[in-house]
């Protein structure tokens, strides 16, 4: 263990004891609870094998989730795959936007655009459960993932999944209609950390030359799909709130908030009908 902390630290990993701990834990098939009572517990030579396979794929660069297979979001763990973005705590902000918005116990209809793993619409039906919610995804594949979160999350039987792009497959109307596009302009990516840039799916990254692609096409189609007194809620990059207004705004929107993240970005737009 000792030794696995010392390569990370090495390779400038900033929490070489934690992602040691947790690569061991998958590896050995044990819990925290365990490893912490007793830290000098044999591995069988399988097990210290898988870890090995482990620490290789991290001083690769690998991120962590990545290698478990599995993100903890809004205190819930989700399951990943390549097919998917690797959620960000950053995201966590879209959903405080969002509950602000949800009836705790009356129905309400929401969808899920570009939803990946999922993390989005199924963390809202398991916050709010008389709600329900329509999830899409162009990849197959990511939506299987989702499908595979809501059933982990006891929330499938709210929950349906449409392949195809934004609203396609789909009926309205939706009380909030939610996405957290790819925002990263094609020219930026190779700047982007090797974590991301590597093991992230480029389409759920990059949206054209400038980044604002996904929103204009959302703003464009959005407006038949919402009800009259329903919101879109966006998440957004670092500078790029004036622009995301104004491309709504020339679809027939007006502004309806905006949200802060941690680092007082505006990471999340609100917008409704004019």
């Known amino acids: 263990?000792?030794?696995?902390?010392?390569?990370l630290a090495a390779k400038g990993n900033p929490t070489p004891a934690l992602d040691a701990r947790l690569l061991l834990q998958q590896a050995a098939g044990l819990g925290h609870e365990t490893l912490i009572a007793d830290p000098q517990r044999p591995v069988a030579p399988e097990?210290?094998?898988?870890?090995?396979?482990?620490?290789?794929?991290?001083?690769?660069?690998?991120?962590?989730?990545r290698i478990l297979?599995?993100?903890?979001?809004?205190?819930?763990?989700?399951?990943?795959?390549?097919?998917?973005?690797?959620?960000?705590?950053?995201?966590?902000?879209?959903i405080e936007a969002t509950l602000s918005f949800m009836p705790r116990e009356d129905a309400c209809r929401i969808i899920d655009l570009g939803t990946g793993s999922g993390i989005i619409g199924v963390t809202l039906l398991a916050e709010r459960p008389e709600a329900r919610a329509v999830m899409t995804d162009i990849s197959a594949d990511a939506l299987a993932v989702a499908q595979d979160n809501a059933r982990r999350h006891g929330v499938l039987a709210r929950a349906r999944f449409a392949e195809g792009s934004w609203f396609a497959g789909t009926e309205g109307p939706f009380d909030l209609v939610l996405s957290n596009p790819p925002y990263i302009p094609q020219a930026i990516l190779q700047t982007l950390a090797p974590e991301v840039r590597?093991?992230?799916?480029?389409?759920?990254?990059?949206?054209?030359?400038?980044?604002?692609?996904a929103y204009r096409e959302i703003a464009k189609v959005a407006g038949p799909h919402l009800a009259p007194d329903g919101r879109v809620i966006v998440e957004i990059g670092e500078g790029q709130a004036l622009d995301i207004e104004h491309i709504f705004k020339t679809s027939g929107f007006a502004p309806a908030g905006r949200w802060q993240d941690l680092a007082r970005h505006v990471r999340c737009l609100g917008f409704s009908h004019a």
């Open 198 to 213: 590597n093991f992230d799916p480029e389409s759920a990254l990059v949206a054209g030359a400038d980044g604002l692609q």
């Open 47 to 65: 097990a210290a094998a898988r870890f090995r396979e482990f620490l290789e794929r991290r001083l690769a660069g690998e991120p962590v989730a």
């Open 1 to 7: 263990m000792d030794a696995a902390k010392n390569a």
């Open 69 to 94: 297979g599995e993100r903890e979001f809004y205190g819930r763990a989700f399951r990943i795959t390549p097919a998917t973005l690797d959620p960000r705590p950053d995201t966590e902000t879209l």
